[in-house]
């Protein structure tokens, strides 16, 4: 991008799709109005694009109000479907959208069906493609996720990254280093800014249980909850458990309907220490978390913030993209193996597990560390991008 046309080039999109993104576009957002750059028109030289992956308000709008979000500038109003679906959808609606208010730069976070669709649609426009939490790996092509992070990071023109394995899976792929920025996770600037109002709502104690006394659980993958046959065993199991210590089980939407086609709401009656409430809000989720003895989850974000808080995270996968967690932090993989899951529970119970240790660069300065480099990008004319727009 020359300098010359800086002026048309201004405004660049943050994009945000499922429940995740929106802790992660978080401190990005604050820490470039923070900076305190306009436009030529006088208006925020950024804006949000939410392109309603998550639609209802229980998986996101609550995420705007907790988080201080600014309202999204653009809503896309995707919605559900399969995965193609989904995002060929995605792609159209940001390709008109991206073409009628070209952006500068399209800012694209984790590794949802947004985030592929997006950067895609934004490279054949040939507008530059930012990677937030970019060069994560599982290995697991089965993953939707894996596809759409290798694609990504494919395109992207500079990719932020969160953990010490993501520069060396880009530097293996052949991604040119000048691109690639070592910043931290920005999902921990969200933890440390919200924990301390997240304490406060001691929200355990509304389920008659105190802090240290009970797990907590989340649940969602296809690898967990499709067949029926494990995610029965899953659940049974979970019951088992709460025998020896009360669960709190916040149930996603996708495994309640799972549960519900597969007959298996019976698991959860006559339960008292197994407590299965609706999906609930970041700040709500965040002091289960702080406060549990255990975490049981398949959330790659769980992972990260369970290591952040040193709580004992018993990963219910065969393989993360996240291994700083299992090699510094609190994780295990445990898969959804009844066996493994049970001794890795007593474990914990038996105060055999490690302590974990501090993770370079989680320290709740990612989003600011990240806001410079935009910064510079747009003071300079784009010098690290390689794509320059007709």
């Known amino acids: 991008m020359r300098k010359g046309k800086m002026k048309e080039f201004r405004v660049i999109d943050i994009v945000a799709g499922a429940r995740p993104n929106f802790m992660k576009i978080a401190p990005v957002v604050r820490a470039l109005k923070a900076g305190g750059q306009v436009s030529g ?7 949000i694009v939410h392109t ?20 999204p500038s653009v ?15 995605i792609l159209e609606l940001y390709e008109a959208h991206a073409v009628k208010a070209r952006p ?9 069906n947004s985030t592929v669709a997006c950067a895609l649609a934004a490279v054949k426009l040939q507008v530059p ?3 937030v939490e970019a060069g994560l790996r599982s290995f697991d092509r089965s993953m939707p996720e894996e596809i759409n992070r290798l694609v990504t990071d494919t395109l992207s023109d500079l990719l932020f990254v969160s953990e010490p394995s993501g520069l060396e899976n880009l530097s293996r792929e052949g991604i040119d280093e000048g691109k690639v920025k070592f910043v931290g996770n920005v999902m921990i600037d969200t933890l440390v800014r919200e924990l301390p109002e997240a304490r406060n709502l001691r929200l355990c104690r509304r389920f008659g249980l105190e802090p240290g006394g009970y797990g907590l659980v989340t649940l969602h993958r296809p690898s967990n909850v499709d067949d029926p046959r494990v995610l029965s065993r899953l659940l049974f199991l979970l019951s088992d458990l709460s025998r020896e210590l009360p669960l709190v089980f916040p149930m ?7 549960a519900d086609q597969a007959g298996l709401g019976h698991v959860f009656e006559n339960k008292p220490n197994l407590v299965v409430v609706d999906p609930i809000p970041y700040r709500e989720n965040l002091c289960l978390m702080a406060d549990a003895r255990v975490v049981l989850t398949d959330s790659g974000g769980m992972q990260e913030e369970t290591s952040f808080l040193h709580i004992p995270c018993l990963t219910l996968r065969e393989n993360t993209e996240r291994p700083v967690t299992l090699t510094r932090g609190t994780s ?10 049970r001794s890795a529970f007593e474990d914990v119970l038996s105060d055999r597990w490690k302590k974990g240790e501090d993770i370079p660069l989680w320290d709740g300065h990612a989003g600011e560390r990240i806001a410079g480099i935009i910064f510079e990008f747009m003071a300079q004319g784009a ?7 007709k």
């Not at 295990?332 to 899951?341: A, E, F, H, K, T």
């Not at 010098?383 to 727009?389: D, I, L, N, Q, T």
Request: net charge positive.
């Open 383 to 389: 010098p690290a991008f390689s794509c320059k727009p």
């Open 41 to 47: 028109s006088g208006k925020p030289f950024w804006r």
């Open 75 to 89: 809503h896309l109003g995707v919605g559900s479907g399969s995965h193609g679906a989904q995002t060929a959808r």
């Open 129 to 131: 493609v930012v990677h």
């Open 104 to 112: 500068a730069a399209t800012v694209v976070f984790g590794d949802v």
């Open 252 to 258: 996603h939407p996708r495994t309640k309907k799972a």
């Open 52 to 71: 309603g992956q998550h639609y209802d308000f229980a998986m996101n709008g609550v995420f705007f109000e907790q988080l201080g979000i600014p309202s």
């Open 332 to 341: 295990r993989l445990v898969g959804n193996d009844p066996q493994r899951i």
